[in-house]
DNA sequence: GTCCAGGCAC
DNA sequence: GTGCCTGGAC
């Protein structure tokens, strides 16, 4: 085990992300929060834009527990999965003077998995304890030969390669070979510090399934009403986009749009259909927003779409 | 156009 | 098991 640790350890030192920015601080807020934004989430958005943005805007969880959800939903338009941001939010409130320190407490708070408990406690703290994301699993599902394990059983061989003297890099040597090395498909086993002792190498394949897709279309209507260059958006309440601002949706119709585009998430391929409207249904609150300001609020990148073409001058107006 | 990557809450 | 979101690779 010595052996597999000293390759796992040095390919990490010679080979690792070490200029990510959230793993060249101790400062337990950013930890926390890359591990939030890096849900779901590819690493070079969160890297280059979200992360730097946020810290600017609330550098420290207190500043976030200040501010209001709508502040936070503002810097975190356009990122997706917003429920995400206000968790957040919830434990910067819940936080006082910092996040606690233990996996069981960490996995009580909001927004907070086993994932994520498991990551602040091994990255923020350097506690001895597995990590699993996906490239992890992947690793260990080859390493191990394990085709169809439980994520019982996917544990307890982490915690059978888990080196407990350096616990943070263990971790984070095995989450970049996952992703630069043991690659889904095509795996660069020539170069994998774990190649020596790997069980899977010869079916690299065998350890990583597809996913099914098949997608359904769906129609959405909004309104549009328009008064001195501003234009009405409502909060939406449901639990898509729940807490960000919106067109006011409307009821399915036949009339003519003034413009359409497509848009779509997860496994709906969206056609959204804008109309002209010149009263609001409803006693929702309603904000006249100004459109080229898309910054100042907190909307979806489906409402800023929609926004982009209404502001638009004419002869933009094409499909997407 | 289609597929893919990526954790949590229910 | 299903809903939540987006952008980039092909």
Not at 121 to 150: M, W
Not at 212 to 221: A, D, P
Request: charged letters at 20%; a neutral charge; one cysteine or more.
């Amino acid at each position: 085990m010595q052996t597999t640790w000293q390759a796992i350890l040095g390919w990490y030192d010679r080979h690792g992300r070490h200029d990510l920015p959230w793993r060249n601080t101790d400062d337990i807020y950013h930890i926390y929060l890359s591990e939030i934004m890096l849900q779901q989430t590819q690493v070079s958005r969160v890297r280059e834009h979200f992360y730097p943005l946020f810290l600017e805007h609330f550098p420290t969880i207190g500043a976030l527990a200040q501010a209001t959800e709508e502040e936070v939903l503002s810097r975190w338009s356009g990122l997706g999965y917003y429920n995400r941001a206000r968790n957040l939010h919830a434990c910067a409130r819940l936080a006082g003077d910092g996040l606690p320190t233990g996996y069981k407490e960490l996995l009580g708070l909001p927004g907070i998995g086993d994932y994520t408990a498991r990551a602040i406690c091994a990255f923020g703290h350097n506690q001895p304890i597995s990590v699993i994301d996906t490239n992890i699993a992947r690793v260990l599902k080859r390493y191990f030969a394990l085709p169809e394990s439980t994520p019982k059983a996917l544990l307890e061989h982490a915690d059978k390669l888990l080196n407990t003297s350096r616990p943070r890099d263990h971790n984070l040597a095995l989450m970049d070979i996952g992703s630069m090395v043991c690659l889904p498909k095509n795996p660069l086993c020539s170069l994998c510090p774990l190649s020596q002792s790997c069980m899977g190498i010869d079916a690299p394949e065998t350890y990583t399934e597809n996913k099914k897709s098949g997608y359904e279309s769906r129609e959405l209507y909004y309104g549009v009403m328009m008064s001195k260059g501003r234009i009405a958006l409502v909060r939406t309440t449901g639990s898509m986009y729940k807490g960000m601002l919106t067109l006011p949706p409307l009821e399915q119709t036949d009339r003519e749009p003034i413009a359409s585009f497509r848009h779509s998430y997860t496994k709906y391929h969206l056609t959204v259909n804008l109309y002209e409207i010149d009263t609001l249904s409803g006693d929702d609150e309603v904000i006249w927003a100004d459109g080229r300001e898309m910054d100042d609020y907190p909307l979806s990148t489906l409402t800023k779409k929609a926004l982009r073409l209404i502001y638009t001058p004419k002869g933009n107006h094409e499909l997407q």
